[in-house]
């Protein structure tokens, strides 16, 4: 059981830190509970420089956010684009696929929380 656990620690924070590094965003993990059953919930700052984007990707979980700084454009596959600012909260399906832009001359910034499975990467990039 111990190993189990150990291995899917491990596994986890590879996957986030390898989420973590794409070029144009800082992610930085906050906290990770393992809840609900088979689950990791997991709390980070992300962060997107003026004119970057977090690129097209998917989560094996629900995603959902607030925005701290700057403003995005949200573009969920098979939804409007979404302009937000500060204040503003968001929700992402599991595994579909999104982006997160930074809108206008400044920087965003987001908390996120995932609740995604935790037998699978926290993110996979999409075409």
């Given amino acids: 059981m111990f190993k189990k656990t150990l291995l899917a620690l491990a596994f986890t924070a590879v996957a986030f830190t390898a989420f973590a590094q794409q070029p144009?965003?800082?992610r930085?993990?906050?906290q990770?509970?393992?809840f609900p059953d088979g689950y990791n919930t997991?709390?980070?700052i992300a962060e997107v420089p003026a004119?970057?984007?977090a690129g097209r990707h998917t989560h094996p979980g629900i995603e959902t956010g607030y925005v701290l700084e700057g403003e995005l454009n949200l573009l969920i596959d098979g939804q409007p684009e979404k302009t937000l600012k500060?204040?503003?909260s968001y929700q992402i399906p599991a595994g579909v696929v999104h982006d997160a832009k930074a809108h206008g001359d400044k920087a965003m910034k987001v908390l996120g929380v995932y609740v995604v499975d935790k037998t699978k990467p926290l993110a996979?990039?999409?075409p």
């Fill in 24 to 26: 144009g965003i800082k």
């Fill in 28 to 30: 930085t993990p906050l």
């Fill in 32 to 34: 990770k509970v393992e």
């Fill in 42 to 44: 997991i709390t980070a």
């Fill in 51 to 53: 004119g970057g984007a």
């Fill in 86 to 88: 500060v204040g503003d």
């Fill in 124 to 126: 996979s990039p999409a």
